[in-house]
Structures are given as structure tokens and as C-alpha cells.
């Protein structure tokens, strides 16, 4: 079975090499997904020192706008939010951040139910608090 590479022009590029997406037969599987803007190290919902670590943070900006890069994405390869079949999502904080990351997700999942692995690691790549990854059909 043949798997073809997929990158959006809308969604925040890779910090490392990989691509987006990749389709393998009638499946999508996106690669880890964080808040961060296209074209710029901006992270909605969080403020840096000059060092560039984390002095504050709102997880609910972030949960959105993860959701909305994660909707690009899958619209930009030929699937949708609705097409969704699995989400693992990477928190840096559960004790302090599930309760509002549960509410967002609820907002955005409630017309469509996958399946959901929720774990807290203790960092990131780049200084984010949330990241999805998605598998959906297309």
C-alpha cells in the first residue's frame, strides 16, 4: 500500500523534518500538531521571557488554536474535523490544564465522539503546554 507525504500552506510549518500528513490507503495520520502560528514562532496564549521559556499561559487560547491547525490541515488534505477517528493529545500540566482542555475539546468534539488518549509529558519541543495527534479517514 502506498503512503503519500501531504504538507498545508495554512497550518504552522514542522519544527523538525516530517510532514503534516501522510495518506495511506483511506487513512490520514497527522503528525504532532501544536498552537503556533504559520510564518512566525508566535503561540497563541503564551508569553515568553527573553530566554524564550514560558512565564504564562492560557490553555484555552492554546486548545483553540490547536483545533483550528488541526482543522487546516485535515481540509487542506481531503478529510475533515468530521472524519476524525482518533486523537492522542500531549498535555505539559493535567492537573492544572485538563479540566479547561476537557470543556474546549467538548465544545469541539460534540457532534463527532473519536476515540481520545489524553497524557501528560513533561515538555514539548517548542514551549507549548498542548499538542494533538490525529488520525482521521478521508
Given at each position: 500500500m502506498s503512503a503519500s507525504k501531504f504538507d498545508s500552506k495554512r497550518a504552522p510549518e514542522p519544527v523538525g523534518l516530517y510532514p503534516h500528513a501522510r495518506k495511506v490507503g483511506e487513512l490520514l495520520f497527522l503528525s504532532g500538531v501544536g498552537p503556533r502560528e504559520r510564518g512566525t514562532?508566535?503561540?497563541p496564549g503564551v508569553d515568553l521571557n527573553?530566554?524564550?521559556?514560558?512565564?504564562?499561559y492560557?490553555?484555552?487560547?492554546q486548545c483553540h488554536s490547536v483545533f483550528n491547525?488541526?482543522?487546516m490541515i485535515l481540509e487542506d488534505a481531503g478529510s475533515s474535523w468530521e472524519k476524525i477517528i482518533d486523537v492522542t493529545v500531549f498535555l505539559t500540566n493535567m492537573k492544572d490544564d485538563f479540566k479547561?482542555?476537557?470543556k474546549v475539546y467538548?465544545?469541539?468534539f460534540k457532534d463527532n465522539l473519536p476515540c481520545?488518549?489524553?497524557v501528560e509529558i513533561n515538555c514539548l519541543p517548542t514551549p507549548i503546554a498542548i499538542e494533538l495527534k490525529v488520525i482521521a479517514t478521508i
Open positions: 514562532k508566535k503561540i527573553e530566554e524564550g521559556e514560558i512565564v504564562s492560557d490553555i484555552e487560547k491547525n488541526v482543522k479547561t482542555y476537557n467538548a465544545e469541539y481520545r488518549t489524553t
